[in-house]
């Protein structure tokens, strides 16, 4: 079983970049109560199956990845992304969200920019599990989800479905368009390029070799002098082709 699981870790890590250091009996358990659910009666017919089918690959993704997000979540990037497009001469600007979860995150961008008035811009969500992509394009949300999300603008955005969620209203929801891709994929660069990207919380799960690639790839996607948020939990120890942009507690990167 050990030679097994540690096969499944390793073919998760070549697709994802994600590494698991920590609750690996935890972990293993919960392995074992998905691929057994799914009827496999042990690990080695399932890491065969895995192999093969892109479906039970991604079902295992949508099960091991970790997608937890809210509105106005470190609001800081957000504050500099205006001040930025504020005293910017571009006409049109390209945000990304990669990873962008359930939603959240490109949403909030999308209050922003129409808070400050904002109209020529296009905003993209990317991220690798399909589970949370739908929730994504519902855009059905748990009081919990928004509850950094002032109360003004609560009800300006997003109307109450029942006591405990809320929905991004329609003409909203329209406004952001998303897609299923892997930041490792070259598909990735069929995106173009982009003046400002947003990489929340993703850092966090990789090591240092992934968190390079990452940046490489991140490198691509924006323009020159465009700037990548990464989330405070997102340590970087270096940042080939960047440089750091000083704002107290936030992580802002700027391609050089
Ligand atoms: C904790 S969420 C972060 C969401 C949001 N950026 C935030 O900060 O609230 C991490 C997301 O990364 C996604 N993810 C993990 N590996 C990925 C990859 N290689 N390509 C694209 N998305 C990935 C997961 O599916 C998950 O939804």
């Known amino acids: ?78 504050e500099f992304l205006v001040e930025e497009i504020k005293k910017s001469v571009k006409q049109n600007h390209r945000l990304l969200s990669l990873p962008c ?61 029942d006591n405990s969620h809320y929905a991004l209203k329609d003409r909203y929801k329209k406004m952001v368009c998303f897609k299923h891709l892997n930041l490792f994929d070259q598909e990735i660069y069929s995106l173009g390029q982009f003046d400002f990207v947003f990489s929340r919380n993703l850092f966090i799960y990789f090591d240092d070799y992934s968190k390079l690639e990452a940046l490489r790839v991140f490198h691509k996607l924006l323009v020159q002098g465009g700037y990548l948020f990464l989330g405070h939990a997102d340590i970087v120890k270096v940042t080939p082709g960047f440089e750091r942009v000083y704002r107290p507690g936030l992580q802002i990167l700027k391609k050089i």
């Not at 994600?18 to 691929?35: A, H, P, R, S």
Request: a positive charge; proline letters at 1%; aromatic letters at 14%.
């Open 1 to 78: 079983m050990n030679r097994c699981f540690d096969e499944i870790l390793r073919l998760f890590y070549k697709e994802t970049g994600i590494v698991f250091e920590n609750k690996l009996q935890i972990l293993k358990k919960k392995i074992e109560k998905f691929y057994k659910d799914l009827d496999y009666k042990g690990c080695d017919s399932f890491l065969d199956d895995i192999k093969k089918s892109k479906e039970l690959l991604q079902k295992f993704i949508n099960f091991l990845t970790v997608s937890e997000s809210f509105f106005f979540r470190e609001k800081g990037h957000f």
């Open 101 to 161: 979860s359930s939603g959240e995150e490109p949403y909030t961008i999308l209050i922003y920019m129409l808070e400050n008035g904002f109209k020529n811009f296009e905003i993209i969500g990317v991220d690798i599990n399909t589970k949370v992509l739908e929730i994504a394009k519902k855009a059905i949300y748990t009081k919990r989800r928004v509850s950094l999300l002032p109360n003004d603008l609560l009800k300006r955005y997003l109307s109450n479905v």
